[in-house]
């Protein structure tokens, strides 16, 4: 089914693994077409919503669809790379060889504006083709290869929550997605067996 996307990831590209989850044991796609991902976009601070009706009319909704699947794919590729055991080094010539030749696509600039009375350099993207709608979440992709720590890469603790995210705690124990969720949740189901054992 399609729904609402979940940000509770801390960062843009566990959000984006987090675009199709499943954390009530029913699978929920965020992404499901190009509409949808441009929404998504959005929603992740990564695509200025006054540029979708823009982007609708530019591409049509084929090819929009099209760039959803491949971000769909994407997504799972990178799925299958941070599920890796975290002793293992990110594999490099990999992911390389995959985010390369889209980071090659991107067409930006930087432009001066003012924001609250101050002057910001803001970096602009131009799409002039739809295939460029991946180029912000690669970034978000390489950056978190480049500066991450994959030790604070985690997946809720949960076992049937799909659900990842970076852990910003102070001592790094996080270990829900959602302490008010997952973690109630698996407190509750934990009480309910010690109470079953004790009869």
């Not at 390389?96 to 101050?118: F, G, R, T, V, Y």
């Not at 002057?119 to 739809?130: D, K, M, T």
């Not at 290869?145 to 076992?159: M, S």
Request: charged share 25%.
């Amino acid at each position: 089914m399609s729904g609402q996307a979940f940000f509770i990831g801390g960062h843009a590209t566990l959000d984006f693994l987090n675009s199709i989850a499943a954390p009530h044991g029913v699978v929920i796609e965020s992404i499901g077409d190009g509409e949808a991902y441009m929404v998504w976009l959005v929603d992740a601070g990564l695509l200025d919503p006054a540029e979708v009706p823009t982007l609708r009319s530019r591409f049509g909704k084929s090819a929009l669809d099209q760039v959803a699947s491949e971000a769909q794919d994407l997504r799972e590729w990178f799925r299958q790379v941070i599920a890796k055991p975290v002793e293992t080094r990110w594999p490099i010539v990999d992911v390389a060889a995959k985010l390369n030749p889209i980071l090659a696509m991107d067409s930006s600039h930087h432009q001066l504006s003012e924001a609250d009375n101050h002057w910001v350099l803001q970096e602009r993207r131009e799409f002039v083709q739809a295939q460029q709608l991946l180029t912000p979440i690669v970034h978000a992709i390489a950056e978190l290869v480049i500066t991450g720590d994959r030790l604070l890469i985690k997946r809720c603790a949960n076992p049937p929550c799909t659900l990842w995210f970076y852990d910003h705690t102070k001592a790094h124990r996080r270990r829900f997605c959602s302490a008010a969720v997952c973690g109630n949740r698996t407190k509750v189901a934990a009480f309910r067996e010690r109470q079953r054992r004790a009869k």
